[in-house]
């Protein structure tokens, strides 16, 4: 992705309250917010990374709601030796760059061979999410929901707070940083740094 943009959020108040999983503290501040970016940073103010994460990964656009999903399980740092979870991150990784319903449907298969308990599978599957259509190839589409790749991107982030290979370290807070990153236009490449300095200090 590029160093910087602008990007458009989606602010769809009804979804958020419905699909986001927010807490009631969440849904107060949702009420009160009037931009998508003021909801986030009150949320991060308060300390409620939570919800903060629940609801921007909803309010990013897809492209880049895939991308802190990748950005934030390429820091697993075993994951050379992960080869099928790997091979997920790097179809998730092609769709960004292309958005194409073809590497949207490489994702979904690459979902197939890994295992879903653990966070690269669910990038997979927000990229998966994220094209065109979730019907086998040759039948109609069948368009996913809006609120899937949002809802992928929040498990991938919630499994690597799980993540052995993190011995348990990373916070939602943690990513958080670089979701509000993406957010602001960024690429999400410093925060990601950050992020990873912090886990791996000492």
């Not at 921007?56 to 802190?68: A, D, G, K, N």
């Not at 949207?104 to 197939?112: I, L, R």
């Not at 589409?141 to 919630?158: D, E, K, S, Y």
Request: glycine residues 6%.
């Amino acid at each position: 992705m590029s160093a910087a943009a602008t990007i458009p959020l989606r602010f769809q108040r009804a979804e958020l309250e419905q699909k986001a999983d927010l807490t009631a503290e969440g849904l107060a501040a949702l009420a009160d917010a009037t931009r998508p970016d003021a909801l986030v940073g009150a949320l991060h103010a308060a300390g409620n990374a939570r919800d903060a994460v629940y609801a921007l990964s909803m309010i990013l656009p897809h492209r880049q709601t895939v991308w802190w999903a990748c950005l934030a399980a390429r820091l697993l740092p075993d994951l050379a030796h992960r080869p099928a979870d790997s091979a997920a991150l790097d179809a998730a990784e092609r769709w960004v760059q292309t958005v194409s319903a073809a590497d949207a449907e490489q994702a979904g298969a690459a979902t197939e061979t890994c295992d879903l308990g653990k966070a690269p599978g669910w990038a997979a599957m927000a990229a998966y999410w994220a094209g065109p259509s979730i019907a086998p190839r040759g039948q109609h589409m069948v368009a996913p929901a809006v609120h899937l790749p949002g809802a992928a991107t929040r498990t991938t982030l919630l499994m690597l707070t799980l993540e052995p290979s993190l011995a348990e370290r990373a916070t939602l807070a943690d990513w958080l940083e670089i979701g509000v990153a993406l957010m602001k236009g960024g690429n999400g490449r410093q925060a990601q740094a950050n992020v990873k300095t912090r886990l791996f200090a000492g």
